[in-house]
């Protein structure tokens, strides 16, 4: 079986050269968060990276970066799945990368499109100054925020002022957690509390906006690949009208101006979330960065490509 381990800080150059070598890639495979969020596992091959995760209670592969030999990287990850016991589910591909994948191992597998998966990619310029009518509603929402919230400042987040971000967050998910015990957000806020830890080791970007002392929304992101970053977490208060947009606005202004090649940030999916949905495409995304799954149909059992294989 291959080795996949946990990655480690001290892998984030090695791998990111992997993974700015190749085309944009979705959210999932920015280092932060492979380093962040659940059982994320990597190998290293010559040029090349490997995956093995988890996703809703299934193992799958996330199909490989790199500009190695692919194919090898592949055939390696099948016959993994056939030691393990376990259905060879390939994640996370591009269209190009579905058909690549078609071309390498003809009729070998079954393929679906991982619409609740989209990320949404957003031209920075776009965000940063909501031009046009298309963006009229958001900026009336910015505008209102700074009305009522004049002396509030854009701070960029860093060791001095880390901590007052984290217990702007902290109170946010107290609020979540006593109105829904249950809710989704136990792993995120694990994830916020490694990512405030880790911050410089992941090369985070962050910005806060503050007013009289009080953090009234905070943002982090870092970098998926030569033009794009990845916003990872964004949070306010529900009191601060119009702070989702400001922070938003102001951080791709923040971003634009420290690194003028980047060209757009990924907002990541919506998790097939409705609502979530909706706000998502109401901000105009230059593009969707879709996804597509496969399994080995050798695991059906003589099945039709049965979703509860793909799912």
Known sequence: ???????????????????????????????????????????????????????????????????????????????????????????????????????????????RTDRDGFDYVYAINDLADLRGRKFQKKRNHVHRFWAEHPEAVCVPLGPDNLEQAREMVEDWYRQRLAEDPHGEYLLEQVAMKRAFQHFKALGM??????????????TMGSRLSRDTIDVHFEKAREDADGAYAAI?????????EKYPEVKFL????????????KAKLSYQPHHLEEKYWACLLENLNGDTCAEDALD
């Open 1 to 111: 079986m291959i080795e996949f381990k946990r990655l480690k800080l001290s892998q984030k150059e090695d791998y990111e050269k992997n993974l700015f070598a190749c085309p944009g890639r979705s959210c999932e495979y920015a280092f932060a968060n492979m380093y962040l969020w659940g059982r994320q596992e990597t190998a290293f091959f010559s040029d090349c990276v490997g995956f093995f995760s988890h996703f809703h209670g299934k193992s799958i592969y996330p199909y490989p970066v790199g500009t190695g030999d692919r194919r090898a990287v592949l055939e390696a990850v099948i016959e993994d799945a056939r030691e393990r016991g376990i259905p060879c589910r390939i994640t996370s591909m591009t269209k190009a990368e579905s058909e690549e994948l078609e071309s390498w191992f003809p009729g070998k597998f079954c393929f």
């Open 205 to 218: 970007e962050g910005l806060m906006l503050v007013e009289d002392g009080q953090v009234l929304a905070m």
């Open 248 to 256: 938003n606005c102001e951080f791709a202004r923040y971003l634009r």
């Open 266 to 277: 990924n907002r990541e999916d919506d998790m097939g979330l409705e609502g979530l949905r």
